[in-house]
């Protein structure tokens, strides 16, 4: 069973920074492609950022795409998600997923619990 914790999420202002981490199962994580999902209260759950299982293809999407970076550290079995320049519209809750296989497209089998980013104005 894979297990992913999310960490680093908190209140911060607009324009602010903040970094979440994900750790997940050490005897998986470095064969499994990994993804950040946010979702808003009211809202669909956005796919935001993904890193292939070799850090060779990264997605970000469009709408955060100049400010925010994904990147893992499979040593430790970490995936990271730098958020810059933060608007109030990317108050949401970050979910860290897992899938199987390298490639970062497809399906997202496994998730953790999230953490709450809020940024006010």
């Known amino acids: 069973q894979v297990q992913l914790v999310e960490s680093g999420g908190g209140l911060v202002l607009a324009g602010g920074s903040l970094r979440l981490s994900c750790v997940g199962s050490?005897?998986?994580?470095?064969?499994?492609?990994m993804g950040w999902f946010r979702q808003s209260p009211g809202k669909e759950r956005e796919f935001v950022a993904a890193?292939?299982?070799?850090?060779?293809?990264?997605y970000v999407a469009g709408s955060v795409k100049e400010r925010f970076t994904i990147s893992r550290y499979n040593a430790k079995a970490k995936v990271y998600l730098q958020l810059n320049r933060l608007k109030p519209e990317d108050t949401a809750v970050y979910y860290c997923?897992?899938?199987?296989?390298?490639?970062?497209?497809?399906?997202?089998?496994?998730w953790g619990q999230g953490t709450k980013v809020t940024v006010s104005a």
């Open positions: 890193i292939s299982a070799e850090s060779d293809s990264t």
């Open positions: 997923a897992s899938k199987d296989g390298g490639t970062w497209r497809g399906i997202y089998e496994y």
């Open positions: 050490r005897r998986t994580f470095s064969s499994n492609a």
